[in-house]
């Protein structure tokens, strides 16, 4: 099966060289890697052409924000499975994309994910947040639950019958968008009980109170945008439950 990986970047010349090298460092060979530049002009683009011949497609162009660019690679891509790397992530190990394939064509899954660790942002050997997930199971949102998007990978299909990333969304449209996959549309997912990635401190819905308020009223229209039922205690449960995240290192 093959795999698309997307990157989206915008000037992240310290940190997507080790997001690149994570990806062509994959012991699985079907892989292809598409990165979508928002137009850098800090050196981003000349570390992607550095690596060019292991790249299958990238552009440089502005666009309207991550979410679109995130669209924009979904449409280049031909996998079978999809997953995305942001350009301050990293992969956990060498084996992570063969993990994915192994479990969801085992189990016969749509779906999956992992765990997820949180690293300082200059020493991603130093754990900040852990974030374990654990199997799901119908109504794990409506406790505040989700999956970590850097670790989800779904087939392309589903993309494909139930829609991209909701760019209405500037913050939460990776919530939305698992959220309509898993709890609105049921499709199957699988829980891979091993860290798949390694995120670098400082993502924008947790850079300051505003967005992290944005983020929370964004989460609440998730639901209303989807005809789900879920309300205000969602989210603040969902906000709480992060709390344990730092304890677990």
Not at 66 to 92: E, T
Request: glycine share 6%.
């Amino acid at each position: 099966m093959k795999v698309s990986i997307i990157t989206s970047a915008l000037n992240n010349c310290d940190t997507i060289e080790d997001s690149i090298q994570s990806v062509i460092s994959q012991k699985y060979e079907n892989v292809e890697y598409i990165i979508i530049d928002g137009g850098s002009s800090d050196g981003t683009v000349e570390i992607i052409k550095r690596y060019q011949d292991k790249i299958t497609k990238w552009v440089s162009e502005r666009d309207q924000g991550i979410y679109h660019a995130l669209n924009k690679g979904l449409k280049m891509s031909k996998g079978d499975i999809v997953g995305f790397l942001h350009a301050d992530d990293i992969y956990a190990h060498s084996m992570v994309i063969d993990l994915v394939v192994s479990r969801m064509m085992n189990c016969n899954t749509e779906s999956c994910y992992g765990d997820l660790r949180y690293v300082h942002k200059k020493d991603i050997n130093k754990t900040i947040r852990y974030w374990k997930s654990c199997p799901y199971c119908e109504g794990l949102f409506n406790k505040g639950w989700m999956p970590p998007h850097p670790t989800f990978f779904a087939r392309k299909k589903i993309y494909d019958k139930y829609g991209n990333f909701n760019t209405g969304f500037k913050i939460a449209a990776d919530y939305e968008l698992m959220l309509r996959f898993l709890e609105g549309n049921k499709i199957t997912t699988h829980y891979i009980p091993d860290v798949l990635v390694k995120m670098r401190t400082g993502g924008k819905s947790n850079r300051s109170l505003k967005n992290m308020f944005i983020k929370s009223s964004e989460d609440y229209k998730a639901w209303k945008v989807n005809k789900l039922n879920g309300g205000l205690s969602t989210i603040l449960l969902k906000n709480i439950s992060k709390i344990p995240q730092f304890f677990k290192k």
